[in-house]
C-alpha cells in the first residue's frame, strides 16, 4: 500500500482530502491527515465578528466532520518533516512514511515580530482581528468604547486575505455612524505600501471610498515599534502615530513546523513552483494554500483553485506523466465596503483586478471593481458554499480554475 | 503606460514614473531617476541595495519586504531610510527599475 499523506486539515488540505479522497485508487493508496486543531474556522468571518454581525456559531465547526471516514485522520501536532527520509516525525514520537506529501499547514500572526506589540496593551486597546480570540477580544471591546483614535495598521506583505485590512476600516466607519459616534471617531489607515490601493486601475476607480469616508491615511509606514504604555505606534523614519484603539495586522509566518524541517524562507513559506504546485526542494512533496511562498494571494478561492490544479498534478505524479502548469495565479474576492455594499475583485498573477461582470459576461449577476447590494449579498452566501461546497472539493457552477477574460474591461 | 526619453533612451514607464520593461533598464537611466527621488549622487553602497534588489527579484520574482532587507545583511534598515529616504522600498524599487511593492489592488 502506498501512502499519501497531508499535513494541515484547514481549507486547503481539507479540500485536497476529498478531491483525492475521491480520485485514488483506494486498493493501492491510503490516505492519513494530521492536525493538531480540532476546530476548523471559517475565517473570512472573523472580519465580522467584532462587529457583532456573526458569533462564534457562525465560524465554528469540528474538523473532522469535513473528512471521509474512509481517511485516517490523526489529531496530533507535528515535531519535523524529515524530507530526506520521507518521513514525519509527530510530537509525540510516532513516525508517519510517505510516498507523496501535501504540506497545507497554512500561516498565522506572529505579533512577537514587532517590538511591543505583545506587551501589556494586546487584547486590551490593541487587537488583531485574524484570531478568534482576538476577534472576540475587539467586539466585546467595541461594545463599550466610546470614541477616539482609531488606527487599522498592516505590518507588513504578505498577509493572508490582503483585502481584509480595508474591509475592516470600512465595516468600522459604518459600525461608528450606526452606533451614533462616528464623529467622535478619529479614523486613520496605515500601511508600509505606498496607498490603500497599490493598483493604478483599483486606484483611479476606488481611490474615492477612504476620502469620502473621512478616514485618514498614513503611506510608506515600516513600523519598528509599539509603545504600549504611552499608545503610539512608531516607524524607522521615526514617524509617531498615537492611537486609543489600535487594530493592527501583525507579521504572517508559515507554521514552525517548516522552519524546523528546513523547508521554508525566511516568513516559513515553502518554496513552491508557481504554476505546478510541486515544492522546490523535493519532486514528492507537494505544498498548497497559505503555506507557499508563491505571489498569489492567501484566501479561501486561491485555494480552492489551487486544489483542483494539485490534484490533476498529484494523478500525473502518480502515473509518472508531466505535471500540469495550470495554476495561474486565481483568485476572485468580495470585499465589504460597509453599509450593505460590497465590490468583488477577479484576477491572477498577471491580470490585475478590472472592471466588468462576474461569473457571465454583461448578465453577472455581480460587478467587478464597482460597489453594489447584490456583491454583499454574494459575500454573505460565501459562508454557505464555504461550508457545504468549497470543503467538499465541488466545483463552483460557472466559475472556473484559470481566471477568465469575459466580461471584463481588459 | 507611457514612452518617455531618460539619459538618452526612450523607455516605457507607468503614470508613476516606472519602468514597466526591465531590459530597457540601464546605470544611467538609473541616476536621472535617483535625481528625480531627490538623491544627488548614487553611491556604491546606493548600488549595492540597487543590485541586491535586481538579484532577488530575478530570483524570487517580487520585492523583498523591509525585514527581508534587513536579514540579507546587505543593508540595515537605518541605513536605507538614510539612503532613500521617504519610502526607501518604493525609491529604490522604481531606480532599480522594478515595480514598486504591492498588495493585490
Redesign the interface.
Known sequence: MKKLLILGAGTAGTMMVNHLNRKLNKNEWKITVVDQHKTHYYQPGFLFIPFDTYTEKDVIKTKKQFIPKSVEYIEKAIEVIEHDKNNVVLKDGTNLSYDILIIATGSKIVPD?VDGLADEGWHKNVFDFYTIEGATALRDKLKTWEGGKFIVHLT??PIKC??AP?EFIMLADAFFHKKGIREKVEMTYIT???GA????N?SNV?GYLLDDKKINMV??F?V?LVNEQENFIQS??EKKVNYDLLVTIP?NMGDDVIERSGLGD??NFVPTH?HTLQSKKKENIFVIGDAT?L?S?KAGSVAHFQAEVLTKNIMKFINEKELVQEFDGH?N?F?ESGFGKAFL?D?NYDVE?VEGTFPLPLVGPFSLLKETRINHIGKLAFKYIYWNMLLKGLPMPGITTQMSKLGKKI | MATKEIAGSMVDVNEEGFLTDFGQWNEAIAEVIAAEEGIEEMSDRHWEVIKHLQDYYKENGALPSIRKMKKSGVVDTKELYTLFPGGPLKKSSRIAGLKKPESCI
Open positions: 515580530e507588513e506583505m490582503p483585502v480595508l508600509p505600501l505606498s490601493f497599490t493598483k493604478q483599483c476606488l503611506s510608506d515600516d519598528e524607522y523614519d507579521t525566511d516568513l508557481k511562498d505571489p494571494s483568485a474576492c470585499i475583485i484576477f483586478p
